[in-house]
């Protein structure tokens, strides 16, 4: 499989929050080695005629065969980032998401495969634990601190 790297260009994508206990699930985000190297919440670029909206559903149909409900208007960050000597460039909108009453109870992470037949393993994650040496870092990155300054740290 080719190791995924960014696109060449401006990407518009749309990623929901969504929290069980107070904790944010996220896809583990991973090195050409392996290793976590982040996390970021679950969601997607969004295609030319679509709005964040509709992406942000289609998304978690695709990635979990949920259909979610978008909570919050979004708030918007932009993202320039470098992966594997690759920069990034992207500009993301955020909305809170709800899942159907019982959807993925009892389990402590989410196994789905992308579009291009690629592993992902999404976990509940405490933002204590993000962004901190020794722990993964959180992305698109100035997420946190937007999350700790909207919720006054009790996310």
């Known amino acids: 499989m080719t190791p995924w790297r960014p696109h060449p260009h401006i ?32 969601g997607g670029e969004i295609e030319f005629g679509e709005s964040w909206r509709t992406a942000l559903l289609r998304e978690f149909r695709e990635e979990l065969g949920i259909d979610v409900t978008i909570t919050s208007e979004p708030f918007m960050l932009e993202n320039i980032f470098v992966h ?44 204590a634990d993000l962004d901190v040496d020794g722990g993964p870092k959180l992305y698109p990155t100035g997420l946190k601190t937007v999350l700790l300054g909207t919720t006054n740290g009790a996310a």
């Open 84 to 127: 594997e000597g690759s920069t990034g460039h992207e500009v993301v909108f955020v909305a809170e998401v709800a899942f159907p009453e019982g959807a993925f109870a009892g389990q402590d992470r989410i196994d789905f495969c992308e579009d291009n037949g690629e592993q992902i393993v999404a976990r509940w994650f405490d933002l």
């Open 11 to 42: 990407r518009v994508v749309a990623i929901g929050l969504h929290r069980r206990d107070g904790r944010l699930l996220a896809a583990e985000v991973r090195d050409d080695a392996g290793r976590i190297k982040g996390v970021r919440p679950l």
